[in-house]
């Protein structure tokens, strides 16, 4: 029989430790009622839509995505959605007042009389949505605003090496990312062979969609920033912004950050 030697089992006996005590915690999380509205905002590609995902589950929270809360109502053809609809098939934007109706509407048929929180992804995004959202503070609060922070050329390198199957949307990409800080180390995602999606068997099927294009990646970044920037100043001034630096993958980040959101 092979021996194994101290250090190794010492380390195996810390990971199991380790992976323990993160699984308690997660059960801790779920004991307790979390009442906290939380808004994230973040740079396209940082990660918003992952965290929402895993946390929304830790803490047993709705993760409220206006977007494709607005395709749903649309899709459903729901009075909201019929309103909503008549606007983008004009090309224009949908009022904010709609926006923010459906979004009460859909937090509050969740959480009802409950002190339950939520998870509010893709609005508001720009100053005047913040200060209409106030305006109904008795019918959604937020509490906290967490502004995920991403390295601009991280991002654009994630965003433009991403490549999706035209036939079955399995996304790929094609990029090893790495942190100047070594912190960050994201490889590649690549079918098994090499052009042949690994989910449907397409064949030459993964292609880069228009947005995801290297120039329009920068130009929705500049947009971004130009819109975003009072926000997080407005809610800076209100004493309810707080920033999470992403320079690792999420599953690693995953401890501290439900850490920062339980903080008061």
Do not use: W
Not at 127 to 144: F, M, P, R, T, W
């Amino acid at each position: 029989m092979k021996k194994i030697s101290s250090s190794i089992l010492s380390n195996k006996l810390s990971s199991i430790k380790a992976y323990r005590c993160f699984s308690t915690n997660i059960v801790s999380y779920s004991e307790n009622v979390y009442t906290k509205g939380v808004l994230l905002v973040g740079r396209p590609g940082a990660g918003k839509g992952s965290f929402c995902s895993r946390v929304s589950e830790i803490l047993q929270v709705p993760h409220i995505a206006a977007g494709d809360i607005i395709r749903e109502e649309v899709k459903n053809k729901t009075e909201l959605g019929k309103q909503m609809n008549d606007y983008m098939s004009k090309g224009q934007l949908v009022p904010d007042e709609l926006v923010i109706d459906l979004l009460v509407n859909r937090i509050l048929s969740i959480t009802g009389s409950s002190k339950k929180g939520f998870l509010l992804d893709g609005f508001p995004r720009t100053l005047i949505q913040a200060q209409k959202l106030d305006q109904i503070s008795d019918k959604i609060k937020l509490d906290l605003v967490v502004n995920l922070h991403q390295d601009e050329d991280i991002i654009i390198k994630k965003i433009s090496s991403r490549r999706v199957c035209s036939n079955c949307g399995m996304n790929y990409n094609l990029a090893h990312i790495k942190s100047a800080d070594g912190k960050l180390d994201m490889p590649p995602l690549l079918p098994k062979v090499e052009g042949v999606c690994d989910q449907c068997g397409a064949v030459d099927s993964l292609v880069q969609r228009p947005d995801d294009k290297e120039e329009v990646v920068r130009k929705r970044l500049v947009e971004y920033d130009a819109l975003t920037l009072p926000l997080l100043k407005y809610y800076e001034d209100k004493g309810i912004l707080k920033t999470f630096i992403v320079n690792d993958g999420t599953k690693r980040l995953l401890p501290s950050f439900v850490k920062l959101l339980q903080q008061d």
